[in-house]
């Protein structure tokens, strides 16, 4: 059976990106209109139902600032 990438893994691996491209957490949750609690949930996975607005906005920033 072949692996599946959750939603919960493709945001903790922007955000780790982000991360490691020196953005903080309230750095990416001011750039994406969240907060860093939401940022948090995003990436650990407790984040229940996120809004298919705020997963492209996240999208967003990780490709432009990985893209850099």
């Not at 907060?35 to 920033?61: A, D, H, I, N, Y």
């Given at each position: 059976?072949?692996h599946?990438?959750?939603?919960?893994?493709?945001?903790?691996?922007?955000?780790?990106?982000?991360?490691?491209?020196?953005?903080?957490?309230?750095?990416?949750?001011?750039?994406?209109?969240?907060?860093?609690?939401?940022?948090?949930?995003?990436?650990?996975?407790?984040?229940?139902?996120?809004?298919?607005?705020?997963?492209?906005?996240?999208?967003q920033?990780?490709?432009?600032?990985?893209?850099?």
């Amino acid at each position: 059976m072949p692996h599946v990438i959750t939603d919960h893994q493709q945001f903790q691996a922007m955000i780790e990106g982000l991360s490691q491209h020196g953005m903080t957490s309230s750095e990416i949750a001011r750039r994406i209109g969240c907060s860093r609690q939401q940022v948090w949930r995003l990436e650990t996975g407790t984040c229940r139902k996120p809004s298919f607005e705020l997963g492209m906005r996240l999208k967003q920033l990780h490709d432009k600032t990985i893209s850099k």
